[in-house]
Structure formats: C-alpha cells, structure tokens
C-alpha cells in the first residue's frame, strides 16, 4: 500500500527525476481550450523570465524556417522570420514538420544572441533545417493534449511530471478514449487558472467509449482531476475512467462530476494490485448504468463524495484485498450502497434509500471487516448492514438504523451507542442535512462519537451522519461546497 505520506515522497522523486532528465519541466502550465490549436505551443513554465503566451487562442508566431547545427545534442535553432528573444523562454515550442527534426513540444530554456535553445535535442541529424513551428496559443481538444504531454514529457514514463493541464471551462466533445499516458493534473477554470470557477465538462456521445485510459506506468504514476464535468450521453455507454494496464498507479479525483457511464471509475481487473490508490474528494457520481466505483483489490477513499442514483451499487468491490473507505459521503439511491467482497470503513456518512442492502459485504471466510461510526444506515430495501460470512469482531459505535426492509443487520454486531430511528432524519430526499423530528434528525445531532476525547479535557459535538450543524453567522457550508 503506497501510504500519503509515500506518495509525497514519491511526488519529490518525480519532480527530481524531471529536472535531470531533458524534458519539459514539472512545473509547466499547459493549456487546454475550446477556441485553441492542437498546433500550437501548449504551454508556459514560469520563473524563467519569459511571458506567458500560452493562454491565448493562437499561437504567438509560427514559420517553417526553424533550423539548428546541432540538434542531435543541446539543439540550438534559429529561424530567419523570429528572432528568439527573453520574453520567448519558458513557452512551448511545437516542431510539427520538417526532415530529420524530431516531431513535438519543446521548452525553450534561454535565448541570446536571436537563438533559442531547447530543452533536448530535437533531430536525428546534427544539422537540420526547414523546420515548421509553433510558440504560445492552447490547444484545442483533450487528444491533442495528451498528444503534447507524450512528446513532452515522455508517454507513459512514470518518473517524469508533465505540471498541470488547465482546462478553460467549455464543452470538449470527443468521439475516441482520452489516453492519458504521463503524470499529470488536469484542473478546470474559469476566467484564471485555479480559480475554481465554472468547470469544463468533457463528454462523448459515441457508443461503447469508454472516455478516459490512464496509462501512466509504475508505483509513482500519477493523474489528478480537479474541478471538472465528464458525461457519456450515448445510447451504450462505457466507463468513464479506466486504468489502461496493470501497473500501479494513484488516481485522485476532486470537485468533479460524472454522469451517464457504465462504470465512472472501473479497476475491478484482477491484474491490478493492491498499489493502485484512488482518493475521491467532493466527487458527484450519478446515472451509471453499472456500478459508479466498481474495484479489483484498490484502495478507494471517497471523502465528501456524492453517489446517487446509479443502477448497479454504488461501490461495488470483487476482491477481498480491496479497501474502501467513506468519510462524509452519501450514498443513495443505488442498487446496493456498498457491496462486494473488500473490507470497508464507513465515517459519519449517509448509506440510504437504496433499492437492496445499505452495505453487503459477501467476502469469504469473513477475511474482510466491516468498521463503522457515526454512520446512518436509513430506508434502504435489504438490509441496512448485511454481512453475509458474518465477522464478530468488527468495530461499530455510535450508527443510527431505521426503516431498512429487512432489518438493521445481519450477522453483524450491533454497536456501542447505536440509535433506532423512529422516524426519517433527513430534510428530504435530496437534501440529506439533519432535520428537527423527535426520533429523527433530532435524535442524531451532537451524540456522535467520540464526544469527549481521551484525557477528558477535549468535548467534541458531532452529529451522527454526513452533515454537521455551524453555529457560523456567515452561512454554513453543505457537504459538496468547493473543496480548497
């Protein structure tokens, strides 16, 4: 298991490993945008000296009289129409065409004398000459990008970080599987990158596509989504993410929503390990088709997750070795809320109204436990908890059952401080904040554990379930506000 605080080692590994090897630099801000070209320069690395050409629609300059003298080594070019100047170091330099150059995205790392020198070399022969190029402008389509991350900073080579794809909001229709094949973070704007704003939506309509294969190889191979939209409106859908190998590899998905797919996120292959580690933070999952989260022998955190709605579970697991872990999150409306064979953590969250079981948890031998706290387990059609092997010593305290078909649970030991509900705790069905009803939401506010912390100087007030009161004057933030 490659542990948090591995992964930020690992992280450093990365970003040492890009600075000795001749690519483009981690900290490239490259650029995604609906009025771009998939021609042209990509990006931008600060801290260079250089102006940022990147986040606009065409490229700066762009002629077909590149040449170098040795381009087999440092690569130095010059171009009779642009003289290389400081203002250009940092951008992205596109060689699209010409004999013996090396086709792809380069960084200029410093210019004198009306020459450029680029981050590798870029020919197949020392001297070379007509060389069609490109510097600033964003690129058009998501193929596109990952097209220049793979030329850039090495297709499917786990020790290298390609920084981060800003993605202006808009619509970016694709008719093929984005292939995403370097570690990378693909974060949607607005008007400013990182700001959070209206996020881009990627969707396909094209039958039997799935829309995302991560590809990036090793322990350390990394790709990261932040405020973003996916959705797959085609008569048959597939799945929405997908690791595209059986390689290792961490996946971390926040502020994002998917809607439309087979599976959002499948990795139930038996082929991948235990190493692959998704974290799920403020993530929207609604209208599969199949499960939302469908695991081989993953480890899974869903924190302040959403997953609703979906004809299959929610989470459904097909190997013991999987762990899967809910913390604030709501899972409703699904066929199960949880189910499968891995082990499972539930944290003050909301299994409710689902068609069958709210967690059933079918792994033999009774080698995969179920821990739960703080947790509410209301209105679903089987059981609230069914443990079909049975496990006597699983962990639970402080859960509220009510109104589940076939009771609250099977072969699973009631907690320490549990609560009977007499009556729906929620707002509503869509809004799952506690509401006032005696025998309800009433019943759950300020009775979660742990109350008082060891040593008995320390008194916590947490509610039983998803939500918590705010005392704030400022408004109180729900479950799926912006996660910064």
Not at 204 to 228: C, E, K, P, Q, R
């Amino acid at each position: 298991m490659v542990s948090p605080t591995m992964r930020k080692t690992l992280g450093s590994f990365i970003i040492s490993a890009a600075l000795l090897h001749a690519t483009v630099a981690s900290t490239a801000q490259w650029e995604l945008r609906t009025t771009g070209n998939d021609s042209n320069g990509a990006f931008f690395v600060a801290g260079l000296g250089g102006t940022d050409f990147s986040q606009q629609n065409a490229a700066q300059y762009t002629f077909a009289d590149l040449a170098s003298a040795n381009a087999t080594t440092t690569c130095v070019v010059t171009s009779a129409s642009h003289n290389f100047v400081a203002a250009d170091v940092g951008n992205g330099l596109h060689i699209s065409a010409g004999t013996n150059w090396t086709t792809g995205w380069y960084e200029i790392i410093s210019a004198a004398a009306n020459a450029a020198t680029l981050d590798r070399a870029c020919g197949s022969a020392a001297s070379v000459s007509s060389g069609t190029y490109f510097v600033g402008g964003g690129v058009l389509t998501p193929g596109g990008m990952t097209t220049a991350l793979g030329t850039g900073c090495g297709s499917g080579n786990a020790s290298t970080l390609c920084g981060t794809v800003n993605v202006q909001s808009g619509t970016y229709t694709v008719t093929a599987t984005i292939v995403i094949s370097a570690s990378s973070m693909w974060q949607g704007y607005n008007t400013t990158h990182a700001d959070n704003g209206t996020a881009p939506l990627i969707t396909t309509a094209t039958n039997s596509t799935d829309l995302i294969h991560t590809n990036a190889v090793g322990a350390a191979a990394t790709v990261i989504f932040d405020n973003m939209s996916f959705s797959n409106t085609a008569g048959t859908s597939a799945r929405g993410l997908a690791p595209a190998n059986a390689n290792a590899q961490y996946l971390g998905i926040r502020n994002c929503t998917f809607s439309g797919f087979s599976n959002v996120i499948d990795s139930s292959n038996g082929a991948f390990d235990i190493y692959n580690w998704i974290d799920l933070i403020g993530v929207e999952m609604k209208n599969s088709t199949s499960h939302a989260i469908f695991s081989g022998s993953n480890v899974v955190n869903c924190v302040a997750c959403y997953i609703h709605n979906n004809t299959g579970d929610g989470v459904n697991t097909v190997n013991l070795n999987a762990k899967i872990q809910l913390i604030n999150s709501i899972i409703s409306n699904n066929n199960h809320g949880v189910g499968g064979q891995g082990s499972i953590t539930c944290e003050n969250s909301d299994i409710a109204n689902n068609t069958s079981d709210g967690i059933v948890q079918t792994g033999s031998g009774g080698l995969a436990p179920i821990a739960t706290y703080n947790c509410i387990y209301y209105g679903n059609g089987g059981w609230g908890i069914n443990q079909v092997t049975g496990f006597p010593l699983n962990t639970s305290l402080n859960n509220a059952y009510g109104s589940n078909t076939s009771g609250a649970r099977n072969n699973y030991n009631a907690g320490l401080n549990d609560v009977t509900l007499t009556a729906n705790p929620f707002t509503s069905a869509t809004n799952f904040a506690l509401n006032a009803t005696v025998g309800g939401g009433a019943a759950l506010k300020a009775v979660g554990f742990p109350g008082t912390f060891p040593g008995g100087t320390t008194v916590s007030t947490t509610n039983i379930g998803a939500t918590q009161n705010s005392s704030a004057s400022s408004g109180a933030c729900t479950a799926f506000c912006r996660i910064r």
